[in-house]
């Protein structure tokens, strides 16, 4: 059974926030070229939810969708919105370097299960064959392995071995940060460690890219999405451009650093739902961006607010601020 049976794609609010600050960074690509020169390549799942996104919001009309449920090919063919897409039924690792590599490329490797070595493969068909302004993305589960707790209790260390133990099965000794055995593979250091792997494979690919080039020649990878966010499980998204040297006035044109959910390090930007009611956003929508403190989740001092604010916690204020724009709205309607 693929996870799209198990969760509505379309319906989950951190991935949908997510979806829309990925194309607030796209519509920028258009300084490199423009975005009907550009190829987008994901995971549709029979929602194709980034896909009508990407199409319609940017006006991207070469769309491809790798998909490895080939028993089912049926269904995707009858949910794809639009006749610009392209569905291929196979594993990514199949597909992928399959496909011609000229057309400047956005792909999105949008997995829903752990880390595995076969993604590295994805990874490095990217940075082998992409040219310049094409944006690279991934998304992985980053929740820890479980034990029951009649298995561990209160003994830490055994679950860490766990840990330690399905990640190694997953991806290879070689694979793993040379300083694992100090880390404690739980909370946040779990998707950092995960993260640095990642990282590590992408710098391992543009190396092997770089070869033999003049440094003028050479291409660069520019971090900007370290996103985690949690539906249901914790899940991690890492992305960024890559560009020639010569080409760093383009990233600047871009002003990234505008956007506050930009990391271009391994501090992950955290995509908190706030528990608000929609009266309560609405109330907040009306003083931001102007009349809100976003760092203090509060009233500027001597603002009067445009309208009464809501009785709720600072944090969840904070955590709105930071996601207002990006926000779904979901109603029910007679179609």
């Given at each position: 059974?693929?996870?799209?049976?198990?969760?509505?794609?379309?319906?989950?609010?951190?991935?949908?926030?997510e979806r829309?600050?990925?194309?607030?960074?796209?519509k920028r690509l258009s300084v490199f070229n423009h975005l009907d020169k550009y190829r987008?390549?994901?995971?549709?799942?029979?929602?194709?939810?980034?896909?009508?996104?990407?199409?319609?919001?940017?006006?991207?009309?070469?769309l491809v969708s790798i998909e490895k449920d080939i028993q089912n090919s049926e269904r995707f063919h009858f949910n794809q919105p639009f006749s610009c897409i392209k569905i291929h039924f196979d594993h990514s690792n199949s597909v992928l370097p399959l496909l011609t590599w000229s057309d400047p490329t956005i792909l999105w490797l949008d997995y829903d299960g752990n880390l595995q070595?076969?993604?590295?493969?994805?990874?490095?068909?990217?940075f082998s064959q992409a040219?310049?302004?094409s944006m690279f993305l991934i998304s992985i589960n980053v929740q820890p392995d479980s034990l029951p707790p009649s298995e561990y209790q209160d003994n830490l260390k055994k679950l860490k071995e766990h840990r330690?133990?399905?990640?190694?099965?997953?991806?290879g000794k070689s694979k793993l940060p040379?300083?694992?055995?100090?880390?404690?593979?739980?909370?946040?250091?779990y998707h950092k460690i995960i993260y640095q792997i990642i990282i590590d494979q992408i710098n391992e690919g543009m190396k092997i890219r770089n070869g033999g080039f003049a440094k003028n020649d050479q291409l660069l990878f520019n971090q900007i999405f370290n996103i985690l966010y949690s539906d249901n499980a914790k899940m991690l998204t890492i992305g960024g451009i890559i560009h020639l040297q010569s080409q760093d006035a383009?990233?600047?044109?871009?002003?990234?650093?505008?956007?506050?959910?930009?990391?271009?390090?391994?501090?992950?930007?955290?995509?908190?739902?706030?528990?608000?009611?929609?009266k309560e956003m609405r109330s907040l929508d009306a003083n931001l961006p102007d009349n809100i403190n976003i760092k203090l989740g509060k009233l500027k001092s001597r603002v009067k607010p445009k309208t009464k604010m809501p009785i709720v916690s600072a944090e969840d204020i904070i955590n709105y601020a930071k996601i207002y724009r990006y926000f779904p709205t979901f109603a029910e309607a007679v179609v």
């Open positions: 059974m693929g996870s799209y049976e198990k969760v509505n794609y379309s319906l989950r609010p951190a991935k949908a926030i829309k600050m990925l194309l607030e960074v796209m987008y390549v994901g995971f549709g799942s029979p929602y194709f939810a980034d896909f009508t996104l990407v199409h319609k919001t940017l006006g991207i009309n070469k070595a076969e993604m590295f493969q994805d990874i490095s068909t990217f040219v310049p302004g330690l133990a399905q990640l190694t099965k997953r991806i040379i300083d694992i055995e100090k880390r404690s593979l739980s909370g946040d250091d383009l990233i600047k044109e871009m002003r990234l650093d505008q956007l506050p959910f930009i990391s271009t390090n391994s501090d992950a930007f955290k995509i908190m739902i706030p528990s608000l009611t929609l």
